[in-house]
Structure formats: structure tokens, C-alpha cells
């Protein structure tokens, strides 16, 4: 692409996705009123000739960071809608009226076993097998200590990890010897026999991505099952991090096959910060073991020495909790489900076909995630090409364009988070910019 047409596309580009939908008080009206569920995104009829860009555009006046600058960050962290901020704010502003008066503090105690119920139906579980957590890192943390490692146990993890699985297991590596192998999880490699490959009478578990957040590849729900039901068979225990998951690929936990599936709020479910949920299988809610436990873990319990869990995941959870960021933690699931997971979905992947289209037609860049559905994702990947080193260009596109993406592991890597309220304009103006500067 010419420099001229590069600039004339960022520029229209940027002035498009950048220009006010609505006016700031109708704004804050739509999405603040926190109104009846049915939010305007899903109900509002759509305009002539661009049906889809019609609900996302009434979804973009809803989350304020999307207009605020090119928002390619969820994977980062996500935005939220008005309708979000507005619950937590009216729920808080509710229990600190009175927090001990029980008309207050049993409506609030609802809170989390509706939104543990309301995870269980949209994520393929069953209220008992979801722990209400702060974050997916606190959800793999919890799944990795559940076992009584002994030295020479072993863990299975990826080269595509977050550091919040990795660092659980080199402390555990310290503290009591196990051993850590990793499977190659680049783009096109075979899930199956790359575990198979690592496998040995020591291994105890695999804990591995459902979504990399390094480069994008999705494990297909039914090679996960085929994996679960091998490591079953062997007596392994299968952990997925799911940080990258609900909200932005298909995530049913059942189908996974997986025996712990760890995942947050705040990323691509549009959700307060600071919430997440650790799925459990409820025929492993014993083995499953309690590191950390205190007052609500419990079912009942003596001065004596007897005490017995909560039958349910929720004995994974204790003490006094954030109760209005679970409420928004709802709230933003309401809000997704009401324009429907699976349209935003399918709005990710036809984005994410439109970003490959254009890197393919831009000299010098390449793409690193996976090209197909569904090995792919909103986690979108640019191969940048020598000598462009993108922790720079991550600095540049913020403070020189208002673009908000993200480098990862490998330093010719550039991620760009691509979430249902992205725009074709905004990916051209993205990848244009980047060009400007590596290609
Ligand atoms: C794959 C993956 N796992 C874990 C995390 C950590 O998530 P949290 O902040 O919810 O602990 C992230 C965050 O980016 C992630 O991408």
C-alpha cells in the first residue's frame, strides 16, 4: 500500500470510528439508566443497509472506551457499558444504606447465587460447580494447588502461557519439586499428540490455555473433550485458562471436557474489574482440594474441631466479598446475552476476516494467529516485520494515535484484541498505522 492511501485511511479512518454516535446526555441516558433488561444494542431496529453496523453502533454509545480511542485492548482488559458502572454504583450506593439491615443484606446475599446460577446456564455448568472468584489468575491458583504435589510430580503446561499459568507452577516447582514440561502450542501444531508426547507416569495435570493470549489459537471444543477424555483415562487432572474465552469464543464447559475451567469478568464479558469465576466438575469437588479456605466455606461447624464444605464450589470462596462488582459481573452478562454470544461471535470472526484480508494486502506484514475458525479468535496476531519491535510500536500507536493494543510474548508480535465493537474502519486504520511505521 502507498504511503498516501496508507495516510488518507488512517485519517478517515480514525475521524469515523472517533466521531460521537449520539450526544453525550443522550448517551448517558441510554446506557446509565441501568433500564429494564433488553438493552438498546439488541432492541433498537436496525438502520437501512447496514443492519450489523446498526446494533454495534448502538452498542459502541453504550461502552464509552470504544469512541473514547481504538479500543484493541480487551484482551488486555475489557470496557464496560454504562449499564455496568450504573448497577455496581446503585448497588453499593443500596448496602451502604445500611449494610447490617437484613431487608439490605438478603438482597444482597442473592447476589452471588444468582450470578453463580446465571454462569452455570450461559457457560455449560451446573450452579454447584462455580466458585466466584476476583480473577482468572485466583481460579488457577486455586485449580493448582487442589492436588498434594510430591516431589517429582508433574505439570504440563504450554509455550503460549500468560504468566498467571506459569508462575503458580514454579513456585509450586520450589516449594515442593515438581517438574514442569511444555508442549508447543504455535500456530498448527496437533493439540493431542503434542500432550501425548509429554506425558509419563509422573504427570498429574495439564493446565494449558483455552484461548492463547499470545497467539490467538483456540483449542477446538471437540479435540479438548478428545484431550479430557484421554487425560481422564490416565488419572490427570485438565485445567483450562479460560481468560480469553466466554465472551469471545464458544465456551461450554462440559463440552470442553476439561475437570477446572478458570475465567474472569473484565475482558471480553464487558465486566467490572476484579470478578471471575473457577468452574469445577461436581463429582471432583473433593479432590479438588481447598488451599485456602475460612468463614462461608463451610456448611456447618463446631469450637470442637468438626467442620464439613459446602457441597458446591462455592467453598472455594471466603470471607466478606466485593458484592456490587458480582451484581455488575451480572449485569454485563445480562447486557451480552441480551444482544446474544453468539452474534458476537459471529460479529469477532467476520471482523477477524476482514483484519486478515488487510494485512494480507499490506506489504511487510504477516499474520501469527490462526487463519480458520475455529483454531482462531478475537485475539488477532501481526507478525511485524524485522527490526520493528513491538513493545515500541505499542507506545507509538497510543501516544501518537489513540490506539490501544498490545505487545506479547515474542517481540515481532503485535495484538490486536478484535471484540464485536470494533469496526472494519478502525482494523484499517489500525494496521495502516502500523504499516506506516514497520512496513
Ligand atoms: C490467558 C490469560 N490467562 C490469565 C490472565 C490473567 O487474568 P486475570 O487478570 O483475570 O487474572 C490473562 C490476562 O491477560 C490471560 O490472557
Known amino acids: 500500500m502507498n504511503t498516501s492511501r496508507r495516510h488518507f485511511l488512517r485519517r478517515s479512518a480514525r475521524a469515523l470510528a472517533l466521531a460521537p454516535i449520539m450526544p453525550v446526555g443522550r448517551l448517558a441516558l441510554q446506557g446509565g439508566s441501568d433500564g429494564a433488561p433488553g438493552d438498546a444494542a439488541s432492541r433498537s431496529p436496525a438502520g437501512p443497509g447496514n443492519p450489523q453496523e446498526a446494533w454495534v453502533a448502538r452498542a459502541r454509545a453504550e461502552i464509552p472506551a470504544s469512541t473514547e480511542s481504538l479500543y484493541f485492548q480487551t484482551g488486555g482488559i475489557g470496557p464496560a457499558p454504562n449499564a455496568v458502572i450504573a448497577r455496581v454504583a446503585e448497588r453499593l450506593d443500596f448496602q451502604n444504606r445500611s449494610p447490617a ?43 493448582a494447588w487442589g ?25 509450586l516447582r520450589d516449594r515442593f519439586g515438581i517438574v514442569i514440561r511444555e508442549i508447543d502450542l504455535n500456530t498448527g501444531t496437533s493439540l493431542i499428540d503434542e500432550v501425548r508426547g509429554q506425558l509419563s507416569d509422573g504427570t498429574r495435570m495439564v493446565s494449558i490455555s483455552h484461548v492463547s493470549r499470545n497467539n490467538g489459537r483456540t483449542l477446538r471444543t471437540d479435540e479438548s473433550a478428545q ?18 474465552g466466554p465472551g ?29 469465576a473457577l468452574f469445577v466438575r461436581q463429582e471432583l469437588l473433593d479432590d479438588v482440594q481447598l488451599s485456602w479456605a475460612g468463614s462461608h466455606s463451610h ?14 464450589a462455592a467453598r ?8 456490587a462488582d458480582f451484581a455488575g459481573f451480572a449485569r454485563a452478562l445480562e447486557w451480552t446475552e441480551n444482544i446474544g454470544l453468539g452474534k458476537i461471535e459471529e460479529r469477532i470472526q467476520s471482523l477477524v476476516d ?20 475455529p483454531d482462531r479468535s478475537g485475539v488477532f496476531v501481526v507478525q511485524l516485520p524485522d527490526g520493528c519491535h513491538a513493545t515500541q510500536l505499542y507506545n507509538d500507536l497510543r501516544e501518537d494515535e489513540g490506539i490501544l493494543a498490545s505487545p506479547v510474548r ?13 469496526t472494519r474502519d478502525e482494523i484499517d486504520a489500525a494496521i495502516a498505522a502500523i504499516s506506516d511505521r514497520c512496513a
Request: overall charge negative; glycine content about 10%; hydrophobic content about 35%.
Open 101 to 143: 439491615e437484613p431487608g439490605i443484606s438478603i438482597e444482597m446475599a442473592r447476589i452471588e447465587p444468582d450470578l453463580r446460577a446465571q454462569l452455570g446456564r450461559v457457560f455449560g455448568a451446573e450452579a454447584e460447580e462455580v466458585a466466584l472468584t476476583h480473577s482468572t489468575s485466583e481460579g488457577i491458583a486455586i485449580a
Open 147 to 171: 492436588l498434594n504435589w510430591e516431589p517429582g510430580d508433574e505439570v504440563v503446561i504450554s509455550n503460549q502461557e500468560h504468566p498467571a499459568n506459569v508462575i503458580p507452577w514454579y513456585v
Open 227 to 244: 484431550l479430557g477424555n484421554l487425560l481422564r483415562s490416565r488419572g490427570v487432572r485438565y485445567h483450562l485458562d479460560g481468560a480469553q
Open 248 to 276: 469471545c469464543v464458544a465456551t461450554d464447559f462440559r463440552a470442553l471436557g476439561c475437570d477446572c475451567y478458570s475465567t474472569c469478568g473484565h475482558k471480553w464479558l464487558l465486566g467490572p474489574k476484579g470478578t471471575g
Open 299 to 312: 456448611a456447618a461447624m463446631d469450637y470442637e474441631g468438626e467442620y464439613t464444605l459446602l457441597p458446591s
Open 316 to 323: 472455594y470462596e471466603f470471607g466478606t466479598r466485593a458484592l
Open 354 to 373: 476482514h483484519a486478515i484480508e488487510t494485512v494480507d494486502a499490506t506489504d511487510g506484514l504477516g499474520v501469527s494467529s490462526p487463519r480458520s475458525h
Open 410 to 422: 515474542q517481540e515481532r508480535d503485535f495484538r490486536l484484541s478484535i471484540h464485536f465493537f470494533n
